[in-house]
């Protein structure tokens, strides 16, 4: 009875936990970034069988390529099982992309389980602790390596007792010199080596690198502030502002500038971009999915081949701009919808003059189905003008307008290309403006394009001709952009009368839009109307601060920008400028606060009294439906007011006697607590003189 009730509880918890296995292979394929589901997946995954836990881990790279936790359970698994045929295919696949130091000691591991001769187990130590060069918690690996040296029977006579010594010195030498935690204790192993040799050349060999060892061990604590807060078993993830990751990536931010300034002083340039590449290598097995980090390293390779050169060093110049290539190609693979990364590895590939490279590139992103190829052909056209003059850009162009997906800016483009490649071209350009407006006609944006290469003409007549064509082809509600175009044209080009009929046809339409019905006809403009009417470049016709009291529905249209030129911004980026005063503004009514009594039944707490100003202010403003300016986060904003640091108020200076005595009394009685302050004590003696 008791072995039945053992099995069918067995079966029972059996059951779930395939029922909740399946739950997460449904979450997963809904959301294939499901962290907590694939965590349970990959749990689960450890009591599959051989064949089953091979498919789920195959699932999980596919999504995380660069997560060495899975990489290494997979490989853990089919060494378990001693397939070594299965381990080395996926030790190809991992070790060059993803530096880990347990996964590489698994794999130096395999190698000595498989029966591989101790020259190439020693040549696999070495490839891999280069790989591992910045990593300041390679220390065990690398004493794993000095006794597999020490192991070493060296049979042979003098030269072979020789030749162990002298490996084994370069390696500790080697690893001394570069930033690991504990490398105290590597020091005194490599001293008791030394000494036990030959006292004299030992000492010798100790000096020669002290200074260095020292300046290592230095160098090691400012990393170890900078990796103790990195995550770096964390799964990689699509981009995302999130607090955690923004984090992190300041922690690997920071941890890639310290290398690239070289604290530990090395003379050879190489060496440096080796550990800054490794810190990136690293980096992108975390955050591969942002197209940042993978720009930032491959033009640091870029720029380090630019240095090269400069300094007559061709075989490392060209060694840095092929790695350069090989890295934003590595990254297309990982993003290929990514089009920053694409368009700036087609940039490198036309600065290097590989045409052909450059054009593959265009060519698969315009047969790409999960990429709107109207912004590809773009650039296209652009590089085809530079390399290959307008004859490209018109073949480039045809095959453009064929493509039932494009969108209106393809024609756009290839009108103001040809506007300055022959003499005729602005004859073409507005030929192509012409072709377009026949496809295009209901896009305000293609409208407005056409309506400023006329007016850069002076075409008064065919401006406003194109502007009646367009609003007669647009939607009533995407055509507000376009009178307000239209209005500035007419306050430039036409008559006061012009200006108030397109007025009142915006007035009209905008009221279609807003469903408002006609209590009485408008018969004059309002102040918003002449807010835009009146405004010109950077310049309002009242202060901006104003502009949302006057005029409502002129701030989300137009925000004077720095820069001094007009566009056309949204509300939530309208800044005043206006100096505030807090004295000009009213102070609460204390005398009329009513104390907070937290009670159920006490509805007279929950109400607010307000100063009789405020209420004045309150039943003078426009209604809230009238707003259409910014909207501030209130939690936000309350946020950074609490994170401000506030000064403290400086105390006016005194030079009475009584001052002076209560200052001396002040100083007297701070330094009697500052005596009996240990961690004062202690934190004034490590401070350094100034």
């Known amino acids: 009875r008791e072995l039945r009730s053992s099995l069918a509880k067995t079966a029972r918890l059996t059951m779930a936990q395939s029922a909740a296995f399946e739950q997460a292979k449904k979450a997963v394929e809904a959301d294939p970034f499901d ?125 072979q007792q020789a030749q162990k010594t002298n490996a084994l010195r370069n390696a ?43 300046q290592a061990r230095n160098v090691a604590r400012e990393i170890e502030l900078i990796v103790r807060g990195l995550d770096m078993q964390q799964l990689a993830l699509p981009a995302t502002r999130s607090d955690a990751n923004l984090r992190q990536k300041d922690l690997w931010e920071q941890w890639v500038a310290l290398e690239k300034a070289n604290p530990l002083k090395l003379e050879d340039p190489t060496m440096v971009v080796k550990r800054v590449m490794a810190v990136y290598q690293q980096y992108l097995t975390v955050f591969c999915y942002y197209t940042d980090v993978w720009y930032n390293a491959a033009i640091y390779l870029e720029k380090c081949a630019s240095e090269a050169q400069a300094r007559s060093d061709i075989q490392s110049s060209q ?47 315009v047969v790409n189905p999960e990429i709107d190829p109207t912004l590809v052909y773009v650039q296209y056209m652009k590089m085809s003008r530079r390399t290959s003059g307008i004859k490209a850009v018109r073949e480039i162009f045809k095959r453009a307008r064929k493509n039932d997906t494009c969108q209106y800016q393809v024609y756009v483009a290839s009108a103001m290309l040809e506007l300055s490649s022959t003499e005729k071209g602005p004859t073409v350009c507005q030929k192509v403006f012409e072709l377009g407006l026949r496809h295009h006609a209901g896009q305000p944006g293609y409208a407005k394009a056409y309506l400023e290469f006329l007016t850069s003409l002076g075409d008064s007549t065919n401006i406003r001709a194109l502007y009646e064509r367009a609003l007669a082809s647009i939607s009533d509600e995407l055509a507000d952009s376009v009178f307000v175009k239209y209005l500035e044209f007419e306050a430039l080009h036409g008559e006061l009368a012009d200006v108030l009929k397109v ?41 901006q601060a104003l502009v949302g009291l006057y005029a409502p529905d002129a701030v989300a249209i137009v925000t004077p920008t720095a820069s001094g030129s007009d566009v056309l911004a949204p509300a939530g980026e ?10 000009d503004f009213p102070l609460p009514a204390l005398d009329q606060l009513i104390a907070y009594n937290p009670s159920a039944d006490n509805d007279l707490a929950l109400q607010v009294v307000r100063p009789a100003s405020t209420i004045n202010l309150m039943a003078k403003l426009p209604p809230p439906s009238y707003y259409s300016g910014p909207k501030i986060h209130v939690d936000m904003l309350l946020k950074e007011i609490a994170n401000r640091g506030v000064p403290e108020p400086r105390a006016p200076p005194t030079t009475g006697a009584a001052e002076v005595n209560a200052s001396r009394l002040a100083a007297k009685r701070q330094a009697e607590d500052d005596a009996d302050d240990v961690f004062r004590q202690r934190q004034r003696s490590k401070q350094l003189p100034l």
């Open 35 to 159: 962290t907590d589901a694939w965590s349970y997946i990959l749990e689960e995954t450890k009591r599959q069988d051989l064949s089953a836990a091979r498919e789920s881990y195959e699932a999980a790279l596919n999504v995380f390529p660069t997560s060495s936790t899975i990489w290494f359970d997979y490989a853990s698994l089919e060494l378990r099982h001693r397939n070594f045929d299965q381990l080395k295919a996926i030790f190809k696949r991992c070790l060059l992309t993803v530096p880990n130091l347990q996964l590489y000691q698994l794999y130096i591991d395999y190698l000595k389980q498989d029966g591989k001769s101790r020259e190439d187990i020693t040549k696999a130590y070495e490839w891999t602790l280069d790989k591992l060069v910045a990593d300041v918690g390679s220390r065990p690996f690398w004493e794993d390596f000095i006794h597999h040296l020490e192991a070493d029977p060296a049979i042979g006579g003098y030269i």
């Open 172 to 214: 500790y030498k080697t690893c001394l010199v570069a930033p690991k935690t504990g490398l105290d204790v590597l020091w005194q192993a490599y001293t008791t080596f030394e000494m036990s040799t030959n006292k004299r050349v030992g000492k010798q060999a100790l000096d020669e690198i002290r200074d260095r060892y020292m």
């Open 319 to 365: 060694r840095f701009a092929s790695e350069a290539r090989a890295l934003f190609q590595r990254g297309i693979d990982r993003n290929p919808n990514d089009l920053l990364l694409n368009f700036a590895f087609a940039d490198n590939l036309e600065a290097s003059g590989r045409l052909d490279e450059t054009k593959a590139v265009y060519e698969r992103l």
């Open 503 to 543: 007025e009142q046809r915006r007035h009209s339409t905008l009221r279609k839009v807003r469903r408002e019905a006609v209590i009485e006809e408008q018969t004059g403009s309002t102040l918003s109307d002449l807010v835009l009417r009146y405004r010109y470049l950077d310049l309002l016709p009242c202060d």
């Open 574 to 583: 309208f800044r005043s400028t206006a100096t505030v005063r807090f004295s």
